[in-house]
């Protein structure tokens, strides 16, 4: 007993008997797959003009007095700093800088990753 002072070899036992862990199926490339044996297909990458729209909701929220826009006709080559009292364009950025322009307000994360 555990009051004499001896030790008590307590046998384990699994709380759930005939319980198998979740198999997956394996392609003949080596990877592995779902349950369903298809390959997930990752979420597609947000556009830029997404992208802008969160950076400009982050300036938004955090009180920073800077916007930005995909800007027209270029066809998401172009980002335009906006100023928000008239709407002129302060600067224009390339679309390839986004990452270093949204890490320069302060942002990292999903957002600055040009792979997201």
Do not use: W
């Not at 008590?8 to 044996?37: C, D, E, M, W, Y």
């Not at 979420?43 to 920073?64: F, H």
């Amino acid at each position: 007993m555990a009051s004499d002072g001896q030790p008590v070899k307590i046998p384990a036992v699994s709380l759930v008997h005939g319980s198998q862990a979740p198999t997956v199926a394996v392609q003949h490339s080596g990877n592995v797959l779902p349950r369903g044996g298809r390959p997930v297909t990752p979420p597609a990458a947000p556009n830029l003009q997404s992208r802008v729209q969160l950076l400009n909701k982050y300036l938004n929220d955090s009180g920073k007095p800077a916007q930005f826009r995909v800007a027209p006709g270029s066809d998401e080559k172009t980002i335009q700093e906006i100023n928000p009292a008239n709407g002129e364009v302060l600067a224009e950025f390339p679309a390839s800088e986004f990452a270093a322009l949204a890490r320069s307000v302060g942002i990292s994360g999903v957002i600055v990753d040009n792979r997201a």
